[in-house]
């Protein structure tokens, strides 16, 4: 393979993991600066109610995006092989 090559496979597979977990982080993220906001209003300090929420919500979110992620790397390994594997 040319140095060429590789460097657009990895650049590719770089991106596609940023892109497949972005989601996950993003819902994480949003959904405990949320929960934070609330409890900061409400004074509560209990902390399982935002790792309770935060975890249903990258749940739903994995459940969410998993089949689109799941595809996206499929196409991707399928492209890898075909280039290591030529026919």
Do not use: H
């Not at 770089?14 to 209003?41: D, E, K, R, T």
């Not at 749940?59 to 799941?70: E, F």
């Amino acid at each position: 393979m040319e140095t060429d090559t590789l460097v657009r496979i990895t650049s590719q597979g770089l991106l596609l993991c940023l892109s497949v977990s972005m989601p996950v982080v993003a819902v994480a993220a949003l959904s405990g600066l949320a929960i934070s906001f609330v409890q900061a209003i409400t004074s509560m300090q209990d902390q399982s109610i935002s790792y309770a929420v935060k975890l249903v919500a990258v749940v739903a979110t994995v459940l969410i995006t998993g089949a689109w992620g799941a595809a996206a790397i499929l196409r991707f390994a399928n492209q890898i092989i075909t280039l290591a594997v030529p026919s």
